[in-house]
């Protein structure tokens, strides 16, 4: 297992229902052989899943959690720990070999610890003959294993995987517990931790990926790309989506794009809220909330929910197909689509009322 970042539950925020849950199992000593940890990416799940790793195999555990000193959870700090294994894609996808590795480790007693953990994350890129292959490591699972499937959604999932796994859900994070760890544990700028705790959806994850690949600074860009493709012919905007695709290399255009689309759907769901007069507070770019309002004059309430599902649809499809170039050009059809200057040249009347 390569180097993580380890946190006793008692350092990991915003998800004390989950571990209370945990903690229980652990000091009942009667492990399910298998968890499925439910919700969205970067509230905590691998983390979690760790921390109960090595509260599990510590040689001296204090209230279920690990002590941090002993040989095993010095192992684990370190990503030396052989009953501990993360299995993530091999390029998009968990294919059937990794999860034959899994069931090659089972016929084999821990090494070290009272327990080998496994965590396959996230468990929705495995292929269908992965996941047939995995069932059937579930349906009788050796002693002294403990498997923990990651997941976003678990009808997502074979139906069969979900019942066999004991769900585990994690919540979204309150913004408020999100900006107080930026600043306290990470010395982000209060203003600078505000606008990402809001950006964040609610995963202390996402946040700090966020602040570590400068996102903020790439928001400026990306919304002026969206002002001017509301502007241009549609040719031009289709134009516009096939060379920002084609300049990213080939390891870096899920993330750009993805990056891309989860900064309009901020924009567009400010927008949203202002059209419904939803609190002020609630916003995201609350920086921006004087151009946000200049904007939604413009937009229909219909329109900005129909661009926002063609965001949400985009962002799914980026996990699931290949053609990236396709999934944006899709995309920027649609919000050209709901743009206020294309519905007047349609219509030849100005929508400004919502």
């Known amino acids: 297992m390569m180097k993580r970042s380890i946190l006793p539950f008692s350092q990991i925020i915003g998800q004390d229902r989950a571990i209370r849950l945990l903690k229980q199992a652990i000091g009942r000593e009667k492990m399910p052989h298998a968890y499925l940890f439910v919700g969205l990416s970067g509230l905590g799940k691998t983390t979690t899943a760790l921390a109960m790793a090595q509260a599990l195999n510590c040689e001296a555990p204090q209230a279920s959690e690990g002590c941090g000193r002993c040989k095993s959870c010095r192992q684990l700090l370190s990503g030396n720990h052989p009953d501990v294994a993360v299995v993530e894609p091999d390029g998009q996808t968990i294919g059937i070999d990794q999860i034959k590795e899994i069931e090659h480790s089972f016929a084999y007693k821990p090494l070290n610890g009272r327990y080998r953990i496994t965590v396959v994350n ?67 700028h209060p203003e600078k931790a505000s606008i990402l705790a809001r950006m964040s959806e609610g995963s202390v994850g996402r946040a700090l990926e966020m602040e570590e690949s400068g996102y903020l600074e790439k928001r400026q860009e990306h919304l002026l790309s969206l002002s001017t493709l509301q502007r241009i012919p549609q040719e031009e905007a289709l134009d516009w989506a096939s060379r920002f695709v084609k300049k990213r290399g080939k390891d870096d255009r899920q993330e750009e794009i993805g990056t891309l689309l989860s900064l309009w759907k901020t924009w567009y769901r400010d927008l949203l809220l202002l059209k419904v007069k939803g609190p002020e507070e609630l916003l995201i770019n609350v920086d921006l909330s004087r151009e946000l309002k200049i904007a939604a004059e413009a937009f229909m309430i219909e329109s900005l929910s129909s661009s926002l599902l063609a965001l949400d649809q985009a962002e799914k499809d980026l996990v699931r197909f290949r053609n990236q170039e396709l999934i944006l050009e899709n995309a920027v059809l649609r919000l050209k689509q709901n743009s206020p200057s294309t519905r007047q040249t349609v219509s030849g009347r100005d929508h400004r009322s919502g």
């Open 122 to 188: 996230p468990a929705e890129a495995m292929t269908g003959e992965a996941s047939n292959a995995f069932l059937k490591t579930l349906e009788e699972p050796p002693a002294g294993n403990v498997l923990i499937l990651n997941a976003t959604e678990p009808s997502d999932l074979l139906p069969t995987i979900v019942s066999r796994c004991q769900k585990v859900v994690f919540r979204r994070i309150p913004t408020p517990a999100i900006e107080r760890w930026l600043v306290d544990q990470k010395g982000v």
